[in-house]
């Protein structure tokens, strides 16, 4: 399954690939892609809410904020 989340405070490449790396280490999770210029993080995961769930959590632990 694939889910668009949406994220405010990526302002450069770095801010991606921060992103990619450390929400893609989690278990469960597919991919990955990270782009601050729309303001979007995409996720390709196995459809539980729960992976979901820790993959904004793990975003804000970033200090982004993922938007409702």
Known sequence: M???????????????????????RLSKIESVTADHQSGTVTIAYDGNPETLQAANEQI??????VAQ
């Open 2 to 24: 694939e889910r668009e989340i949406k994220v405010k405070g990526m302002h450069c490449e770095g801010c991606e690939q921060r992103v990619q790396k450390l929400v893609g």
């Open 60 to 65: 804000r632990e970033l200090g982004y904020e």
